[in-house]
C-alpha cells in the first residue's frame, strides 16, 4: 500500500494502484475469506504504521471496504472450487464486485466524507478533466472509480495467478498436518 502508481488516464492522482491485495488474496485462497478479512485489517493496520494516514481515515477505510468486496467473492467460490478455474472465476468475480461496490461506497459515502479535506468540486473536477463527461459525484464514481477498480482487480488477479501456486507450496509446507507427514515419512 506504501508504493503506489498513479493512473491519470483512468482517475485523479489522488486513486494509486497498488498490489496490496496480492498477499491478501494469497492469504484468502490459502486459509479462507474470513483469515482474508483479518488480513486485510492488519495489512491496513500495517500501513498506517508504516505511513500515518493523509486522508482522515477515509482512504484506509475505502481500501478495506473495497479489498474486501475483491476476497470475499474470490475466496468464497474458490473455496468450494478449488481449481484453476475456481481461482479464475474467483478472482474475475471479485473484480467486478469490487468495481461496482467501490463505485457505490465512493458516491454515497467516501467521496462525502472526503469532502472534508478536499472540496467535493474540486474532486469531481480532477475527473472531468480526464473524461469531460464527469459532472456529480456518481459520474466521478462510474467513470473514474469503477474503471480504476477494474483496472486493479485484473492487474492483482494476474499477479495473484501467477504466484500463488509457488507461494501456497511454501505455505502449505508450514501447515501442522503437513508437517506430520513429512515427519512421518522421514
Do not use: Q
Amino acid at each position: 500500500m506504501v508504493f503506489e502508481i498513479p493512473l491519470p488516464f483512468i482517475a485523479p492522482s489522488f486513486y494509486g494502484l497498488d498490489f496490496s491485495e496480492v498477499p491478501v488474496l494469497v492469504g484468502t485462497f490459502s486459509m479462507g475469506p474470513v483469515a482474508g478479512v483479518i488480513i486485510e485489517l492488519v495489512k491496513i493496520l500495517v500501513k498506517l504504521i508504516i505511513k500515518p494516514t493523509t486522508t482522515g481515515g477515509v482512504g484506509e477505510l475505502a481500501n478495506f471496504c473495497i479489498g474486501c468486496s475483491l476476497l470475499l467473492p474470490a475466496g468464497l467460490i474458490y473455496r468450494f472450487r478449488r481449481t484453476k478455474g475456481g481461482a479464475i472465476a474467483g478472482m474475475a468475480a471479485g473484480t467486478v464486485t469490487m468495481a461496482i461496490v467501490g463505485a457505490v461506497i465512493n458516491a454515497l459515502v467516501m467521496l462525502p466524507f472526503y469532502s472534508n479535506f478536499m472540496p467535493l468540486d474540486t474532486i469531481i473536477a480532477a475527473g472531468a478533466v480526464i473524461n469531460p463527461a464527469i459532472s456529480n459525484v456518481w459520474t466521478f464514481a462510474w467513470l473514474c472509480v469503477a474503471p480504476f477498480n477494474l483496472v486493479k482487480g485484473v492487474a492483482t488477479a494476474l499477479v495473484t495467478a501467477l504466484v500463488y501456486k509457488r507461494i501456497s507450496v511454501v505455505i502449505h509446507m508450514a501447515e501442522p498436518e503437513a508437517i506430520g507427514r513429512r515427519t512421518a515419512r522421514m
